[in-house]
Nanobody, 115 residues
Framework: QVQLVESGGGLVQAGGSLRLSCASSGSIFSIDAMDWYRQAPGKQREFIARITGEGITNYADSVKGRFTISRDNAKKTVYLQMNSLKPEDKAVYHC?????????WGQGTQVTVSS
């Protein structure tokens, strides 16, 4: 059973930074592509960033140049460094692991950005 636990969310002023973590258990992890998504109130969950097992990354246009996804396979953890945060970045951030075609989600961590 794959389990994901996000942490690192909180309240930050616009222009500030946060680093989110997602700790994984129950999978090989090092070969898994890991994603970050976010969901704002009243909106659909949207893709933010992906990192493959080989370390290839891609980002949504809305966060490109501000957010950085990385991973530590020894710790089975994926990170999301968020800089230059904007009020519109406020959302619950979730990580996702895809294993053998099945998607696993964490419970999410709240990010709030004050203007």
């Amino acid at each position: 059973q794959v389990q994901l636990v996000e942490s690192g969310g909180g309240l930050v002023q616009a222009g500030g930074s946060l680093r989110l973590s997602c700790a994984s258990s129950g999978s090989i992890f090092s070969i898994d592509a890991m994603d970050w998504y976010r969901q704002a109130p009243g909106k659909q969950r949207e893709f933010i960033a992906r990192i493959t097992g080989e370390g290839i990354t891609n980002y949504a246009d809305s966060v490109k140049g501000r957010f950085t996804i990385s991973r530590d396979n020894a710790k089975k953890t994926v990170y999301l460094q968020m800089n230059s945060l904007k009020p519109e970045d406020k959302a619950v951030y979730h990580c996702r692991d895809t294993v053998a075609g099945a998607n696993y989600w964490g419970q999410g961590t709240q990010v709030t950005v004050s203007s």
